[in-house]
Antibody
């Protein structure tokens, strides 16, 4: 069974740092890109970052670029998000999600997030 | 970045109703459009990918259509468990973006 489980959230002061982890199981981790998605309390989903299966590419949303760093350790089947210079508006549940590329009826490969963790809450407050 | 706009933002309907949610992209995204369902306190769940392909295990009352900039998610006959928030997402670029969500409530 495919499973991803986040950890590392908690209460952090503005300007502080925290490192989130995502433990994956049930699939060949290195074969999949992985993403972080966040959701502020009562708000919608916001994509945060994507990392290729071999860390061969990395992308960030503008809202976190320069402050957050995504990484992975394929030997440990783990994904990480280092979050620095945290602000109150970074308060959110952070989800990790597996990125699967699958062909549509026309043979075009379309990426989508087919497995999600339960999320870990990061609260930035003094 | 590509902006995704859903309408309506909220919708009241009854069990058995047919419901349609619309998603519009700020530029053409071909068929690179996915739909997710999220229930309170839970992670999102993939319903449809590539605009119209039903994810394994998702009931056939869910369907998607569209291409380019305009897309729809249709639930043919609402079941009680379908009351949730629905999000579209573009994957035309890896700077993925979601719509703001449509909350489907019981009338």
């Amino acid at each position: 069974e495919v499973q991803v489980v986040e950890s590392g959230g908690g209460l952090v002061k503005p300007g502080g740092s925290v490192r989130l982890s995502c433990a994956a199981s049930g699939f060949t981790f290195s074969s999949y890109s992985m993403n972080w998605v966040r959701q502020a309390p009562g708000k919608g989903l916001e994509w945060v970052s994507c990392i290729g299966g071999r860390s061969n590419y990395i992308y960030y949303a503008d809202s976190v670029k320069g402050r957050f760093t995504v990484s992975r350790d394929n030997a440990k089947n783990s994904l990480y998000l280092q979050m620095n210079s945290l602000r109150p508006d970074d308060t959110a549940v952070y989800y990790c999600a597996r990125d699967r590329s699958e062909a549509d009826a026309s043979g075009n490969y379309v990426n989508h997030f087919d497995s999600w963790g339960q999320g870990t809450l990061v609260t930035v407050s003094s | 970045d590509i902006q995704m706009t859903q309408s309506p933002s909220s919708l009241s309907a009854s069990v058995g109703d047919r419901v349609t949610i619309t998603c519009r992209a700020s530029q053409s995204i071909s068929g690179y459009l996915n739909w997710y369902q999220q229930k309170p306190g839970k992670a999102p769940n993939l319903l449809i990918f590539a605009a119209s392909s039903l994810q394994n295990g998702v009931p056939s009352r869910f369907s998607g259509s569209g291409s380019g900039t305009d897309f729809t998610l249709t639930i043919s006959s609402l079941h009680p468990e379908d009351f949730a928030t629905y999000y579209c997402q573009q994957s035309y670029t890896t700077l993925y973006t979601f719509g703001q969500g449509t909350k489907l409530e019981i009338k």
